[in-house]
């Protein structure tokens, strides 16, 4: 399922650790590298509807997939760090105890995970971009919590998003440790799910994943669809994104029309 990628950047071909499919493997992209060296019209046809799915994400031609990853995995840590400094400030926390329970919030799901595939130190213990994120977020809550405040789901929402985000962060993390699809979209549960846990624990309310809110069920399903979307030769870059849009989607639904899960009598 996981084969390396080659990017032809600048006549220099980089390794990517990054999953594929069969219509797009390394060998068809070397192909494309060097038949574009040569003028080919059709290495010009691909190399279109690749950079398309790159400029659909609103980044230069030449940014390399990963990268795309990367801006996946800091605004899922953006969105639960607003969300944890929202929740802290409604309860009237002191600004102590926003950051704290802000820092929790943001990288509780992605500890769980590394330390699940035994990815250590984890990951925001060797990224300072994640930490400086984190802080980024704790300000801008901060000076603009009332404007914030202003809109009554605004935590919910923020939530979602981090959920969609680091649902798709952790499957790629899963990837990348060689799991197979079904334990990858266990982790990329995990991922979105227990950073929430963490702040409703230390905020001493039961976890939305443990009511009957359509919480975890949403990332499984999104999970899911990224798979199903991979058996069907769609690249990576935009299975990725209809599963955020999935999760965002089902999760915002779910609270609009208050779609529940059955609990047992």
């Known amino acids: ?118 990815n250590t130190p984890v990951a925001w213990m060797k990224d300072q971009q994640a930490i400086t994120v984190v802080f980024v977020s704790y300000l801008i809550t901060l000076f603009f919590r009332k404007y914030l405040q202003f809109f009554p789901r605004t935590l919910a929402i923020f939530d979602a998003v981090g959920l969609g985000f680091a649902t798709v962060v952790g499957i790629q993390r899963g990837l990348e440790a060689g799991l197979n699809p079904s334990v990858c979209v266990a982790l990329g549960m995990v991922t979105g799910c227990f950073g929430g846990v963490l702040r409703d624990v230390l905020l001493n309310e039961i976890p939305l994943v443990f009511r009957k809110d359509i919480y975890a069920s949403a990332s499984l399903l999104g999970g899911g669809l990224y798979f199903l979307f991979s058996a069907w030769d769609m690249l990576a870059p935009l299975a990725a994104t209809l599963s955020v849009i999935t999760v965002v989607g089902v999760r915002l639904a779910a609270m609009q029309w208050k779609w529940d899960l059955p609990s047992p009598k």
């Open 1 to 118: 399922m996981r084969t390396p990628t080659l990017i032809c950047r600048d006549n220099v071909t980089e390794n990517l650790p990054l999953k594929t499919h069969s219509n797009f493997t390394a060998k068809t992209h070397q192909s494309l590298c060097d038949a574009g060296k040569q003028g080919s019209g059709q290495a010009e046809t691909e190399a279109w509807e690749y950079a398309f799915v790159r400029i659909g994400f609103l980044l230069p031609k030449k940014t390399s997939p990963m990268l795309l990853y990367q801006l996946m995995e800091h605004l899922g840590t953006a969105s639960f760090a607003i969300s944890g400094a929202l929740a802290a400030l409604n309860k009237r926390l002191d600004v102590f105890g926003v950051l704290v329970l802000t820092f929790a919030t943001a990288v509780g799901g992605g500890t769980v995970r590394d330390l699940l595939i035994g």
